[in-house]
């Protein structure tokens, strides 16, 4: 099974093939930072109001460590327990995503950020101011819980790693950076931060990637074991989101104060909420919430682009190709 | 109105605008709210009328004094002439656009200084010396029914009025001078909204000896990398970034490293982001790789004269030297092929443009010393160049949804009277246009080019109801190219008797009796006798006249399909540096409306597909293949349709292709089966992203069933 302690190392016959299509698949979605074009962002932050630009030093001074803190507990914990040669491909490719992402963050900073001191303490946020504080706690709280534990022998064991894989997929991933990632396309339907958006979109793009893998994970252990899947754990799991919206609304109203037209802390509540809800169903729990979206800019994400050639990079082209040349093919 | 209001109906048209896949007619209501907007904005500066509108832009330094005198001069017959109620043809996202971009404004607040229909009459004013050729013009942009390009949209009538949009430069000379000659020429180009195509195959490969310092060659790519360092640096106006195509022909020894060019991995000295890449291929090599056999690659210092030759000149050189054993090396032409294909598949850069097919056939290369050397930045101008000519194209496209009657077609005799107007103020606007290098002035002032091209193709096929692959469409396509051809060079033979032929005509395959269709024996009915006469008679104003451009820009303000192309998605979003915007097929729309099926299952259905109908429940069978995809469509209805027009269109055509998951064999069975189809170009291939970022919005329909997120992995839906 696949969280049975061990480090399996055979690839065939290959037990868990979704793993291995999932890993091939986000090969063929390289990016990198180099391709992303942030000078236009410069100058819309000199348009920015105070508000606006305190909204987004705090934002990027989250996105300086959020996915450092993620690769840490991947390293940590995910790979030494999910226990499939197939599996750790994608988490070794998802590692590699993670520090892209660290990657495109830092330059991000250098760019906003000229003033070397400013910049120092954008860094530092992690440790001094608290809505940020706050969140990365709760990270760490996730990643110290099942630090201690060398084998998942126990059931009690494997709902502990349970609960630590579904907090960085539906808390973090799903739901910390879904949050930021709304006030990076709030900015954008508003024509500003266009270079965020666009490296926005493919760090999007993977962190999309991310959760579903970790949910498929979710899926196969509870195809394998469904035991541990019972009421308790079902419980656990909505208190954590309960917690993480808590955790992110605090954020949001550091971020937003009294609130700009289209965004404000209500605003965000619900949009929380209304992401929450959808990790639960995709765990099979019911709603918390009942929330709606009441940002109309989010639905535009989950539409296909269509870039304007003049305009913007297209980030749609696959790194991999297969096959030889031929003159029979139906095209 | 207070503040408050203001900030209100901002959010308005905001909620409006997102809630347009629920309803398009959001969009209008978007529209009509942010045309209000507009108004309020222009008055703020004392606007309100066309007059108002000139002298006001007049005062703050952006227009010329003719225009502002001449509108002046004609204040109430030109105020008379504005139909503010055209404003409701608009669609947001057109409205929107023309607002961001294209409504001049003060230089200071940057508040608007005229309205959309002020604007449309400003540039009709800037291409005319009387008010009913003014008139004339505003009435089919009005209308939506024509458009003239970018540049000309930007410019006319203002104090640099360059309104071109398209610059071709030679490749430069084999030394230092010229190579950094080019550089400013492109920078100056470019800073006028121009897009650049340039080609650079006559510079020497890696390991060439430089005589001067008994040193190797770097190679083709160092210049390229400061080339694409020029192009980004250059600040087209506003925001817009300066464009580039590369063009370099397919026995260049430094064709691999070209080909890497785009990647986005290895080492970034050797990679330009900015540039896009085409290949310039003869012929013979296309017959090499179906024969599969060997390429050779050459130094052009070696062979520099293979680049000014073509067809079977070309052939008979090419393969002297290569008996003479001057390449430096030689490579399967498959594999050269196949990376090709790569690149296409992993960049969709890497243009596949054909040389022989360019030359062979163009009014221009009558002459053997007239020789086309590469395409543009969209691959629909195909011009000679020279050390001492740059090309040059004036474009405008008609929108063919605006010429539909009522229920059965098309309305030929509109069509035919939109052409003539717009022939007519294409060649006005190369007389009129600045022009920022003398190498494009001279070219300019001989050949007389232009593009007349259209858009809104897809729209007809849908409110007629036929299949992008349908034996109607491909009949209805290539008359409509036919009836714009047969006005055009009419109009054009016209125009040579009124006011001359161009100075080059001589030069011309026209001045020997052969139009551009002949070439394919598609000219034979007694309207193309007719006008053979007519130029025989009189001769031709210009020495091209049709060319398919992406037209991106101007089909959004019109609200219609781009060109030629199939849609790409029934709901998709726009991204442009104003925000992002969501559009949904209307006509899908209204087909499901009226059968009450447009619901919210059937919309999350279609987003979950990505804008796919073949998979929601309900849809009927008719629905479904008329609303297919581009990614849907089989790519050769799209090469049969652009063959079937290539004899009328004398230039060429920016052609998409769209593969959804490219494989090197599927890749180059269509490009070589373009190339025999006698394409002249093609442009992007258009691939899709193997991941995709998680839908926020849209309800999963249960848990743990395989949605098309992940279709490689979902049997359900192969």
């Known amino acids: 099974m696949l969280l049975d302690p061990g480090m399996d190392l055979t690839l065939r016959p290959m037990r868990y093939p979704d793993f291995y299509e999932r890993y091939r698949a986000a090969i063929r979605n390289t990016w990198t930072v180099e391709e992303v074009d942030l000078h236009t962002d410069l100058a819309d932050l000199a348009r920015m109001t105070a508000q606006e630009r305190h909204l987004i030093n705090r934002l990027v001074a ?18 030494q327990h999910v226990n499939a040669p197939e599996a750790r491909l994608y988490l070794s490719r998802q590692l590699y995503e993670e520090a892209v992402h660290v990657q495109f963050y830092l330059t991000l900073l250098d760019t906003y950020l000229p003033d070397p001191e400013e910049r120092v303490k954008a860094f530092a946020a992690v440790d001094h101011i608290p809505s940020i504080r706050d969140k990365a706690e709760f990270c760490f709280r996730w990643i110290d819980s099942i630090n201690g534990i060398d084998r998942l022998e126990s059931p009690g064991e494997r709902r502990l790693f349970l609960l630590n894989l ?16 709304a006030y990076v396309y709030w900015f954008r339907s508003r024509g500003l931060l266009s270079g965020l958006a666009t490296g926005t979109n493919w760090v999007f793009r993977d962190e999309s990637m991310h959760m579903e893998f970790a949910f498929s994970v979710v899926d196969t252990v509870r195809a394998e074991e469904p035991e541990l899947f019972d009421d308790e754990l079902s419980a656990q799991v909505t208190r954590m989101i309960e917690e993480a919206v808590e955790a992110e609304l605090a ?24 992401v929450a809800d959808q990790r639960l169903a995709r765990l099979g729990m019911p709603a918390r919430y009942g929330a709606a979206n009441p940002f109309a800019f989010m639905e535009l994400q989950d539409v296909q682009e269509l870039a304007n050639f003049f305009e913007r990079r297209v980030s749609a082209y696959q790194v991999a190709v297969e096959g030889n040349v031929s003159f029979d093919e139906t095209f | 109105m207070t503040q408050i209001v203001e900030g209100d109906r901002r959010l308005a048209i905001e909620e409006a605008a997102a809630r347009v896949i629920t309803d398009p007619a959001n969009s209008r209501v978007a529209a009509r709210l ?11 500066h004392g606007v309100r009328t066309f007059a108002e509108s000139v002298a006001a832009t007049h005062a703050a330094g952006l227009v010329q004094d003719a225009l502002a005198a001449f509108v002046a001069a004609n204040a109430a017959e030109l105020d008379a002439l504005i139909a503010d109620e055209a404003d409701e043809r608009f669609e947001y996202f057109g409205l929107r656009t023309v607002y961001d971009r294209y409504l001049l404004r003060h230089p200071d607040t940057r508040a608007v200084l005229e309205r959309p229909q002020h604007f449309f009459l400003r540039v009709a004013c800037g291409l005319s010396t009387t008010v009913a050729e003014a008139a004339e013009l505003y009435a089919l942009m009005s209308t939506l029914s024509y458009l003239p390009s970018s540049p000309t949209l930007f410019n006319s009538g203002s104090r640099r009025p360059q309104l071109s949009s398209c610059f071709l430069l030679d490749s430069p000379r084999d030394e230092l001078e010229a190579i950094y000659d080019r550089y400013g020429q492109v920078a100056r180009l470019s800073k006028y909204a121009g897009g650049i195509g340039i080609s650079w195959t006559r510079v020497r490969s890696r390991g060439s000896l430089i005589k001067g310092t008994n040193g190797h060659s770097n190679g083709i790519v160092p210049w390229l990398r400061t080339l694409d360092s020029s192009v980004a640096a250059v600040n087209q106006g506003g925001r817009r970034k300066g464009a580039a195509c590369v063009y370099l022909e397919t026995w260049h020894a430094d064709i691999e490293e070209f080909l890497e060019l785009r990647d986005n991995t290895g080492e970034d000295a050797r990679r330009t982001h900015n540039l896009n890449l085409a290949n310039w291929v003869p012929d013979e090599f296309m017959r090499r790789v179906e024969a599969d056999e060997p390429w050779s690659l050459f130094d052009p210092k070696q062979v520099p004269d293979l680049t000014d030759l073509y067809g079977e000149a070309f052939t008979r050189a090419y393969r002297a030297y290569e008996a003479d054993g001057r390449f430096v090396r030689q490579i399967p032409a498959r594999t050269l092929y196949g990376r090709m294909m790569r690149t296409l598949a992993q960049t969709g850069n890497g243009w596949m443009t054909f040389k022989d097919a360019a030359n062979r056939t163009s009014n221009q290369t009558a002459r053997p010393e007239n020789v086309i050397h590469l395409s543009n930045l969209c691959t629909e101008i195909l011009e000679v160049t020279s050390d001492a000519e740059t090309a040059v194209c004036n474009l405008g496209s008609i929108n063919l949804a605006a010429h539909l009657r009522a229920g059965d077609g098309i309305d030929w005799d509109r069509l035919r009277a939109t052409v003539r107007t717009a022939v007519r103020f294409l060649d006005v606007t190369i007389d009129l246009g600045f022009y920022p290098t003398p190498e494009a002035a001279a070219a300019n002032g001989r050949w007389r080019p232009i593009g007349l091209g259209v858009m809104g193709l897809a729209d007809v096929f849908f409110t007629l109801r036929l299949p992008f692959d349908s034996p109607q469409a491909l009949a209805l396509s290539t008359r409509i190219a036919e009836e714009i051809a047969l006005a055009a060079y009419d109009t054009s033979a016209d125009l040579a008797a009124e006011r001359g032929r161009h100075p080059s005509y001589d030069d011309t395959r026209a001045a020997g009796g052969v139009l551009h269709p002949d070439h394919y024996g598609a000219a034979g009915s007694p309207r193309w006798d007719a006008v053979r006469a007519k130029v025989a008679a009189h001769g031709l104003r210009n020495s091209l006249m049709l060319a398919i451009a992406p037209t991106a820009t101007i089909a959004s303000i019109a609200g219609c399909y781009e060109c030629i192309e199939p849609q790409v998605s029934n709901v998709f979003k ?3 540096l104003s925000g992002e915007f969501l559009q949904v097929n209307r006509y899908l729309v209204a087909d499901l409306q009226a059968r009450g099926q447009w619901t919210q299952r059937v919309r999350d259905d279609l987003k979950r597909a990505d804008g796919s109908v073949q998979h929601v429940p309900g849809i009927p069978e008719d ?30 055509q920016s052609l998409n292709l769209f593969m959804a998951e490219p494989t090197i064999g599927k890749l180059s069975s269509m490009y070589a089966y373009a190339w025999k189809s006698g394409l002249k170009t093609t442009y992007y291939l258009r691939s899709r992203p193997a991941t995709r970022i998680a839908q926020t919005t849209v309800q999963r329909v249960a848990p743990d069933v395989c949605s098309l997120e992940n279709p490689e992995t979902c049997e359900a839906c192969q």
Request: net charge negative; with cysteine; proline share 3%.
């Open chain 1, 62 to 79: 989250f996105f300086a460590t959020g996915d450092s803190i993620v690769a840490n507990n991947l390293v940590l914990n995910l790979y």
């Open chain 1, 166 to 181: 579904i907090c960085f997929a539906a808390c973090i991933e799903g739901l910390f950076f879904y949050g930021a990632f």
């Open chain 1, 251 to 274: 954020f949001a109203r550091d971020l937003c104060g009294d609130g700009m037209p289209g965004m404000s802390v209500e605003q965000m509540r619900s949009y929380l909420q209304y």
């Open chain 2, 34 to 44: 942010l045309a209000e907007e507009i108004a309020e904005e222009a008055a703020g």
């Open chain 2, 574 to 576: 726009r991204e442009t």
């Open chain 2, 623 to 652: 629905l479904k293949a008329l609303y297919r995809t581009a990614w849907e469509l089989p790519q050769k209805a799209l090469i049969d349709l652009a063959a079937a027009r290539q004899p009328y269109i004398d230039q060429s």
